[in-house]
């Protein structure tokens, strides 16, 4: 992300209009700088994209939590009282 970008993401009044993103637009090409590419940032962003979002254990269920009585508030007291007529 460059300056910029992170300028008008904290700032977006300074934006002239609406920004509109496409899932077609394409990156730019990785910069080669003196003849060389950086490898790390190339790694790290093929290892983060093959990394599942949502990690399971092989086998294993999602188990809901039993429901448990909710604690007794502070106005538990005041709902047990009988109405007045």
């Known amino acids: 992300m ?3 970008a992170t300028v008008l993401t904290i700032f ?3 934006l002239p209009g609406p920004l509109a ?3 077609a637009d394409e990156d730019d090409p990785d910069p080669v700088i003196d003849g060389k590419i950086d490898l790390g940032a190339l790694a790290t962003e093929f290892f983060a994209l093959g ?3 949502y990690p399971r ?3 294993v269920e999602f188990v809901a939590p039993a429901e448990s009585a ?3 508030s502070p106005f538990a007291a005041l709902a047990a009282r009988p109405a007045k007529r």
């Open 2 to 4: 460059t300056w910029r």
């Open 12 to 14: 977006p009044e300074m």
């Open 21 to 23: 993103f496409s899932l």
């Open 51 to 53: 990394l599942d979002p």
């Open 57 to 59: 254990k092989p086998g």
């Open 70 to 72: 909710p604690p007794d």
